[in-house]
């Protein structure tokens, strides 16, 4: 027996969550490293200054599509009537989706050229296309997050990557260049678009509630604000790389970016697909919060510096010598990935209990103090300087400043500390491992292979004791959260 909105009463949330998360694990882990396959491949065929130029056209695409949400997708998972507000999400998802798509279109020649990047112009106008299709599909996939349906994201992940992999290097091979890669992403929204559509089993319904109107936008603007932000803070650096350093410089950043966003995507994507519906329902309140950051960061932190560690030795063997120029910028990026995870927990928790406004005084911080810190260290420093000045933002100003925010929601610092700190201490044994492989092995594949066993084998061992306490502590949190909701 399902309820109106398809999720199934008599089975715990605690429970659907875990299963949740499972499949969020398995899609992230299978799709990551088809990325990873195809992004190596694609590395060794196009040049650093046609990866610079695609990186901006997608910048532009990536910022605008936040705005096609606008913030409804959230509030759709988070309502108690939402068969009563989809037709509203849908239509104010649509209408938004086709003017971001409108205006990109028009304004494509200026957007590349702002950027300092003309050739870019074509692939801007091409993505404009994805902005429409993504305002079209915020109901269905925001049900489909709704009712924990991981497994239907799955397959519409899986479908959205075998289209887009095989139009993009069909198109490549046939001298397309970088507008192979629009066209592929395209294609690729499209199939996925009409996937949502059909596994979230939502008819297509529009129209105006004006009651609902006026809640449905004072929750969702703050939020497409602050995600638009959010988006502005990932893409700040490109946008600084591109007119200060030229495409060449931004395609080498990017790959490092790419580089320490494998383990960090794959932790954020898992974390994000369930903890906007489980913070919404979960009586647990900070203590669930403390726990779920905790095994995040013990996750984030050691993958993270050990990306770093092995930065040259990893780049040469699966990308080839040519992108070296790319390794110094993963010793700060892969700490400012760490950090970027919990950071994400943190704001779905504030989202999940009601308190958008202050996520989005945050990113607006963070953005403005982010961009003139770019600008300082890419001129001083170049591609390394702007890796390392995401972190000193991070550290200096964005943690204070969220642990703030928590605390006026009654969730304590201390709860955090007490169970990060000896994943942070473990950490630096691993690194110094590491370390010592590159140092003892000077080829590039040895140094590799043999460092990331030995920082693994080190972190394992280290953590098991902690590992251990942590699951039984998760499974009492999921035992009581289940009597919670049988009881309800």
């Keep these: 027996m399902t309820g109106e909105d398809g999720v199934q009463p008599d089975r715990s949330l605690g429970s659907q969550a875990t299963r949740a ?18 992004g190596i491949v694609l590395a060794r065929i196009l040049t650093p200054e046609q990866f610079g130029i695609y990186a901006v056209a997608l910048t532009v695409q990536s910022i605008l599509i936040t705005v096609a949400d606008l913030g409804l997708s959230a509030d759709l998972i988070r309502s108690k009537e939402p068969e009563r507000i989809a037709p509203t999400v849908a239509t104010l998802g649509l209408v938004m989706g086709t003017v971001m798509t409108a205006i990109t279109f028009g304004f494509s020649t200026t957007l590349a050229a702002l950027l300092g990047s003309p050739a870019a112009a074509p692939a801007i106008a091409v993505l404009s296309f994805t902005l429409v299709l993504a305002g079209a599909t915020v109901v269905p996939y925001a049900m489909l997050q709704r009712r924990f349906q991981q497994r239907e994201m799955f397959v519409v992940g899986v479908a959205d990557f075998l289209v887009s992999t095989t139009v993009t290097l069909l198109l490549i091979a046939a001298g397309f260049g970088v507008m192979g890669l629009a ?43 602050a995600n638009l932000l959010s988006w502005a803070l990932l893409n700040v650096d490109n946008i600084v790389l591109a007119r200060v350093a030229g495409a060449t410089a931004l395609g080498y950043y990017v790959l490092a970016f790419n580089i320490s966003s494998w383990p960090m995507s794959a932790l954020a994507h898992v974390v994000r697909s369930v903890s906007l519906p489980y913070f919404a329902r979960s009586t647990r309140g900070g203590e669930g919060l403390a726990a779920l950051t905790a095994a995040a960061w013990a996750g984030a932190l050691p993958a993270g510096a050990v990306l770093a560690a092995l930065a040259a030795p990893l780049i040469e ?74 972190v000193l933002v991070a550290i200096v100003v964005i943690l204070p400043a969220y642990l703030i925010a928590l605390r006026v929601a009654d969730v ?77």
């Design 183 to 225: 066209i592929g992403r395209v294609a690729a929204q499209i199939v996925s678009s009409a996937m949502q559509f059909a596994l979230a089993r939502v008819r297509p319904r529009y129209g105006i509630d004006r009651s609902m109107l006026r809640p449905v936008l004072a929750f969702g603007v703050p939020i497409a604000a």
């Design 412 to 488: 304590h610092a201390r709860d955090f500390l007490r169970e990060a700190w000896w994943p942070t201490v473990a950490t630096i044994p691993t690194v110094a491992t590491a370390i010592l492989a590159r140092v003892l092995f000077p080829a590039a594949l040895p140094a590799l292979l043999v460092g990331g066993f030995a920082a693994v084998t080190t972190y394992g061992v280290l953590m098991w004791p902690w590992l251990v306490r942590r699951l039984r502590e998760m499974r009492r949190v999921t035992t009581a959260t289940a009597s919670g909701g049988s009881r309800a």
């Design 21 to 38: 998360a499972a499949w969020s694990g398995v899609s992230t882990v299978v799709l990551r490293l088809g990325t990873l396959i195809v």
């Design 317 to 390: 063997v699966v990308y080839g010598p040519k992108w070296l120029p790319a390794a110094p910028v993963l010793a700060a990026l892969g700490v400012y990935g760490s950090l970027r995870v919990v950071f994400d927990i943190f704001a779905g928790y504030l989202y999940a209990k009601g308190h958008s406004g202050p996520v989005l005084v945050i990113q607006i911080i963070w953005l403005v103090v982010l961009t003139a810190a770019m600008m300082f260290a890419t001129r001083a420093y170049g591609i390394v300087g702007a890796g390392w000045a995401h």
